[in-house]
């Protein structure tokens, strides 16, 4: 059945798929110096952001993302405190942060802030606690940012970007995550989008690899379902520097004190699960460390 004009559709060439959503109208569109942004309105999904004809996030099922690239790992660290956040621009890793009462400080670097002043106008309840005094914005290149970083400045780093083509190709790099992990204390993570596990395992493979090059001594995906992306699943890798990734703050899980709509206890362990495919490519988990 061919789709008419009110459909938005990303196509993913290299794995043959394409994803709609009915769209009602064209709320925004521009050409930033990095990137083409559109906003659309949908029927049935809220709105939209498209970047290059890839979707970002709609307004509906944007939570998955945005919990399972925050929640799990700071849950794994012991004390998270200091968070730096790579890309991110809509602001709502941002938000699922800040809901972290033990974070003192997160800093927010997003290579284009025109992704930040359109979401704070389209998506605004990603964005109603940027004043909060612990964000911190800084508008700029995430690779420079981490590399001129003192040493032991984060105890997690969240890499929430595109995909490895265009501005966010340097960030699924081994040069990258060594600044990453000379950036971190001892005991810090880094948690970034890895894509899907069922169209990218190439990507999953290949950054772990990296992680390990770079000096990380344990590496763990998580997965979860994304349906406005490729296949609808996702997936997000992390890497400690000495953590047991999959020794979790069980308790404070349970009693934290605030709401979320995937993301809980049972979750963060299914999540961790890896299917069958996943523990033949990637080996065993890290259970003992
Ligand atoms: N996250 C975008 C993940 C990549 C989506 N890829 C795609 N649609 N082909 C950044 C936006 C959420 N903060």
Redesign the pocket.
């Known amino acids: 059945m061919a789709l008419d004009k009110n459909w938005f559709t990303?196509i993913?060439e290299k794995g043959g798929t394409a994803f709609s959503l009915k769209t009602t109208r064209v709320l925004h569109d521009e050409r930033s110096p990095f990137q083409h942004i559109t906003v659309y309105e949908t029927e049935q999904f809220g709105n939209l952001m498209v970047i290059d004809g890839?979707?970002?996030?709609s307004e509906r099922d944007?939570f998955f993302?945005?919990e399972m690239l925050s929640h799990p790992a700071l849950f794994t660290h012991h004390s998270p405190w200091r968070v730096l956040i790579i890309?991110?621009?809509?602001c709502?890793?941002l938000r699922e942060v800040l809901k972290h009462q033990e974070v003192a400080e997160v800093w927010q670097v997003e290579i284009d802030e025109r992704v930040t002043r359109i979401a704070e106008k389209f998506f605004p309840e990603l964005c109603d606690t940027n004043q909060d005094p612990r964000a911190h914005f800084h508008f700029g290149d995430g690779i420079r940012w981490v590399t001129e970083a003192l040493p032991d400045s984060y105890d997690v780093i969240i890499i929430?970007?595109?995909?490895p083509i265009g501005p966010a190709e340097g960030l699924f790099t081994e040069p990258f995550y060594r600044q990453c992990y000379r950036a971190l204390n001892h005991e810090g993570i880094i948690v970034q989008?890895s894509?899907s596990p069922l169209l990218h395992m190439d990507i999953i493979t290949a950054m772990h690899k990296a992680m390990k090059q770079a000096g990380f001594q344990t590496t763990l995906t998580l997965n979860f379902p994304q349906c406005?992306?490729?296949s609808g699943w996702w997936s997000a890798t992390m890497a400690g520097k000495s953590t047991a990734l999959m020794t979790i703050r069980e308790s404070d899980i349970s009693k934290r004190d605030f709401t979320t709509r995937y993301y809980n206890l049972a979750i963060h362990h299914a999540a961790m699960a890896y299917p069958a495919f996943l523990e033949a490519q990637l080996g065993d988990q890290p259970h003992h460390f």
């Open positions: 990303e993913n890839f979707v970002m996030l944007n993302y945005h890309g991110g621009g809509d709502g890793t929430d970007s595109t995909d989008q894509e406005v992306y490729p």
